[in-house]
C-alpha cells in the first residue's frame, strides 16, 4: 500500500514537473508555448553560433537538466532574431566576439511564422545590455 502511494506520488510530480515544463528542452522555434512569448518568461540557452544575418543559434537549457539532454545536435537548435535589431556587418562580428560559446538569457517578445524575436542579455537582471551594446557598435561603426 506505501509502496503503490508512493508510486502514485511520484508521477504526480512527474506529470506536474512536465506540464510546468522545468525539464522541457526546446529544439524548435514552434516548440516554445505561446504563454511563454504572452508572459515574457525568460529561457536561458548557449549561444553556439552566430548567422551572418546576426541570428543566434541557441541550445536552451531547460531549468532542471535531464541526462539525455547532454547531447548536442547542431541541427536542433534555437534560432532566434533579435528584437527591433537588424545587426550590421560589424555587429555580427561584435555578437560574434561576444555571445557566442556564452549562456545568455532570452525573452520571446514575438513569433511570426516561425521566427521568434527576442530580447537577450548575458544577464537575467539587465535585458537591454546586449541589445544596447549591438546597436551602439552597429551605428558608430
Not at 510546468?20 to 516554445?32: G, H
Not at 537549457?61 to 547531447?71: E, K, Q, S, T, Y
Not at 555571445?99 to 516561425?114: S, T
Amino acid at each position: 500500500m506505501r509502496l503503490s502511494i508512493g508510486a502514485l506520488g511520484l508521477i504526480g510530480a512527474g506529470i506536474a514537473l512536465r506540464s510546468i515544463r522545468f525539464a522541457t528542452k526546446f529544439f524548435d522555434n514552434n516548440r516554445i508555448p505561446n504563454s511563454f512569448i504572452k508572459k515574457s518568461i525568460a529561457l536561458r540557452g548557449v549561444v553556439k553560433s552566430v548567422s551572418t544575418d546576426g541570428s543566434l543559434n541557441i541550445d536552451h537549457l531547460p531549468i532542471i537538466p535531464m541526462p539525455w539532454h547532454r547531447r548536442v545536435n547542431n541541427d536542433r537548435l534555437l534560432n532566434i532574431s533579435l528584437a527591433a535589431i537588424k545587426p550590421s556587418i560589424s555587429g555580427t562580428f561584435w555578437l560574434k566576439l561576444n555571445v557566442e560559446n556564452k549562456i545568455v538569457w532570452f525573452k520571446a517578445i514575438n513569433r511570426l511564422d516561425g521566427d521568434i524575436k527576442c530580447l537577450v542579455s548575458n544577464e537575467k537582471k539587465n535585458w537591454w545590455r546586449e541589445d544596447s551594446q549591438l546597436l551602439d557598435h552597429s551605428i558608430n561603426h
